[in-house]
T-cell receptor
Framework: DAGVTQSPTHLIKTRGQQVTLRCSPK?????VSWYQQALGQGPQFIFQ???????QRGNFPDRFSGHQFPNYSSELNVNALLLGDSALYLC?????????????FGEGSWLTVV | AQRVTQPEKLLSVFKGAPVELKCNYS??????LFWYVQYSRQRLQLLLR??SRESIKGFTADLNKGETSFHLKKPFAQEEDSAMYYC?????????FGKGTRLHILP
């Protein structure tokens, strides 16, 4: 079992561009959550997907959007990139009604906006 | 609003000395609290959760509802304990993290 896998691991984008990050959840998990971890900060919840719908959302602008596919994999899209979007983006997978010990994190995608 | 506070950004401790990483939380209900650890170049992983009350790698944490604290402790620090430690609170199937404390074990 590969656990949670994310791609790409690193990428550099220019202000104003758009980016798509991908996540494959751990086998058997049906819920994917995305977190943003800025330098020197703890991860912050962006949104969560279950049954291909956004189930809940953190305090992030509409420039951040996502999608979940029938195989439970997910994408995070960010439009009109700002310098402040530079961060590590973490994907976490779980069962919908998780307990803390059933949530698994991927290694993350490092996004640098220049 | 729910919040997790880790007052120390960096904690340096000599090898063999006791370790205490502080965590305070604000939450109106019954909290479910965790400690996550991130070793250099590795993914975030669960260290322990207060419900299980187990000791992982010699670390323990006791929930003190009166002081709204969940401090992480270890009696004797080891060099391999050097890492980022995040205190976290679960609410509505999402996790709220503190800003983290970098633990640096001195030889």
């Amino acid at each position: 079992d590969a656990g949670v896998t994310q791609s790409p691991t690193h990428l550099i984008k220019t202000r104003g561009q758009q980016v798509t990050l991908r996540c494959s959840p751990k086998s058997g998990h049906d819920t994917v959550s995305w977190y943003q971890q800025a330098l020197g900060q703890g991860p912050q919840f962006i949104f969560q997907y279950y049954e291909e719908e956004e189930r809940q959302r953190g305090n992030f602008p509409d420039r951040f959007s996502g999608h979940q596919f029938p195989n439970y994999s997910s994408e995070l899209n960010v439009n009109a990139l700002l310098l402040g979007d530079s961060a590590l983006y973490l994907c976490a997978s779980s069962l919908l009604t998780f307990s803390g010990n059933t949530i698994y994190f991927g290694e993350g995608s490092w996004l640098t906006v220049v | 609003a729910q919040r997790v506070t880790q007052p120390e950004k960096l904690l340096s401790v000599f090898k063999g000395a006791p370790v205490e990483l502080k965590c305070n939380y604000s939450y109106s209900g019954s909290p479910e609290l965790f400690w996550y650890v991130q070793y250099s170049r590795q993914r975030l992983q669960l260290l322990l959760r207060h419900i299980s009350r187990e000791s992982i790698k010699g670390f323990t944490a006791d929930l003190n509802k009166g002081e709204t604290s969940f401090h992480l402790k270890k009696p004797f620090a080891q060099e391999e304990d050097s890492a980022m430690y995040y205190c976290a609170l679960a609410r509505d199937d999402k996790i709220i993290f503190g800003k983290g404390t970098r633990l640096h074990i001195l030889p």
